[in-house]
């Protein structure tokens, strides 16, 4: 963790402490997310049968893919050799504020593996080995495996993603991570180890996105897992209030909140039961 690699490239995984300074950096990060990202996160996650309407869709899909019988979360790509394979997700958004994750296996990344969001009109398969979304006009993506983000790549070159990266660093994305796109203010960023990475891209409003991914690696399985969205409307007043109690009482005390010198109706929204 944090040596150079072959190449002169440096890795960095925000799990040595020895990078721990570049955490002041994030910090400053989290200035630039949506307002009202903690308050999706604050909430209990989306239900199964929400999950599977927002999940992979098996007829929006390259032919080197198909989406497992037994969990429709999880997509499975076969080893084509020299192939990049993509996937679109079932929902298009236009409106509101979305948070999914993606859960891909570091060890079945392969030398491509980006994740983001495309129009319809994206393509889903390319001969060859390639960051397949961003490559055009019509997808935007993070890939992975260089710490790059990619729209319109064949006309321009890819953007170091953190911000704070130097050129020729590499940084260590886990199993999974989170995706949050903003339709209301036209934003895409993601949230890797709790730690929001800032904006990766600007300009999307107007269109319709769908969650994708594109894949070279034979037999991986990504899955993804809609967290909630929220409505572009104002929040009600009862909604910032139990936000700031929650907030008050931090995430390891929330089981106590039963014991608050409330009426059990309240107690019961408090914990959004």
């Known amino acids: 963790m944090g040596q150079k690699v072959p190449g002169g490239i440096k890795t960095i995984d925000m799990r040595d402490p020895a990078f721990s300074p570049l955490k002041l950096e994030l910090q400053a990060l989290s200035h630039t997310k949506p307002s009202r990202l903690d308050l999706l996160l604050d909430m209990p996650p989306a239900s199964l049968d929400v ?7 098996n007829d929006d899909r390259s032919l080197n893919i198909f989406v497992k019988d037994d969990n429709k979360l999880v997509f499975h790509r076969h080893p084509v050799a020299q192939s990049t394979d993509a996937i679109r997700g079932r929902v298009g958004y236009t409106r509101g504020l979305h948070v999914w994750e993606i859960s891909w296996a570091m060890r ?23 960051a397949l979304v961003g490559s055009n006009a019509e997808s935007w993506g993070w890939d992975l495996c260089r710490s790059k983000l990619y ?41 890797v180890d709790g730690h929001y990475l800032g904006v990766a891209f600007r ?67 408090l914990l959004y039961q």
Not at 51 to 57: A, D, I, P, T
Not at 108 to 130: C, E, K, M, N
Not at 164 to 173: A, G, K, N, S, Y
């Open 51 to 57: 999950q599977v309407q927002h999940s992979w869709n």
């Open 108 to 130: 079945q990344r392969g030398t491509h593996a980006v994740v983001g969001v495309a129009t319809s009109d994206a393509p889903l398969h390319s001969v060859g080995y390639t």
């Open 203 to 269: 300009g999307l409003k107007g269109r319709k996105l769908y969650p994708v991914v594109s894949a070279v690696w034979g037999h991986c399985e990504i899955r993804i897992r809609y967290i909630n969205g929220l409505d572009p409307e104002p929040l009600s007043l009862m909604d910032l209030c139990r936000r700031s109690v929650r907030v008050a009482l931090g995430r390891d005390r929330l089981s106590e909140i039963h014991r608050l010198p409330l009426p059990a109706s309240l107690k019961n929204y």
């Open 151 to 191: 729209h319109d790549g064949k006309n321009r070159t890819g953007k170091t993603y953190p911000a704070f990266l130097e050129p020729d660093d590499t940084f260590i994305i886990p199993d999974s991570l989170l995706v949050v796109l903003d339709m209301d203010e036209g934003t895409l960023g993601y949230i």
